[in-house]
T-cell receptor, first 111, second 116 residues
């Protein structure tokens, strides 16, 4: 199982770009990297997924270096509503996969 | 498409009782996973069902069980409830694209279980 390490918390201000990095040194060849966002008392929400290089969608970008031992979630121009916990997961859909969410990164966006 | 739905949303039970929670996945999704979330332990994986078979299981006692029906709907059962079972129980559905390894999960709103 690929173990992930993220910062426990981060602070930012409205309008800034936020980058959250996740380390996953023992990522396997078939593993994908997935990020989720969770607000209090709600289920996590899928943000973005990638395998290598860069992936971008309407809410975020995901940067994955060539060695894939880390990944960075980039949130452009955050707003107060981006205050949430962000989780990085590593794994693949085949075989035995136990999704391990860890503690995530608590992002607080200040006015 | 409708999202993942879970019923009931809130539940209060007494120690020793049993409880059944229900989850309806997104149409076309055949994988359903269950999670327990508590302030102390965070978000923990319970088990996953795919095509009516349990595919993976987390580290929880046998009091926690589940099943999946032919329409992909799933139920989770907890027997002999303990105070420590008070938690938010989340269900997630996935469309697993064969051979790709991609594993996006879509979560429901959860069932808040309180054991007194």
């Amino acid at each position: 199982l690929a173990k992930t390490t993220q910062p426990i918390s981060m602070d930012s201000y409205e309008g800034q770009e936020v980058n959250i990095t996740c380390s996953h040194n023992n990522i396997a060849t078939n593993d994908y990297i997935t990020w989720y966002q969770q607000f209090p008392s709600q289920g996590p929400r899928f943000i973005i997924q990638g395998y290598k290089t860069k992936v971008t969608n309407e809410v975020a970008s995901l940067f994955i270096p060539a060695d894939r031992k880390s990944s960075t979630l980039s949130l452009p121009r955050v707003s107060l509503s981006d205050t949430a916990v962000y989780y990085c997961l590593v794994g693949d859909s085949g075989g035995s996969y136990i999704p391990t969410f860890g503690r995530g990164t608590s992002l607080i966006v200040h006015p | 498409k409708a999202g993942v739905t879970q019923t009931p949303r809130y539940l209060i039970k007494t120690r020793g009782q049993q409880v059944t929670l229900s989850c309806s996945p997104i149409s076309g999704h055949r994988s359903v996973s269950w999670y327990q979330q508590t302030p102390g332990q965070g978000l923990q994986f319970l088990f996953e069902y795919f095509s009516e078979t349990q595919r993976n299981k987390g580290n929880f006692p046998g009091r926690f069980s589940g099943r999946q029906f032919s329409n992909s709907r799933s139920e989770m059962n907890v027997s002999t409830l303990e105070l420590g079972d008070s938690a938010l129980y989340l269900c997630a559905s996935s469309f697993i694209a064969p051979g790709t390894g991609s594993y996006e999960q879509y979560f429901g709103p959860g069932t808040r279980l309180t054991v007194t």
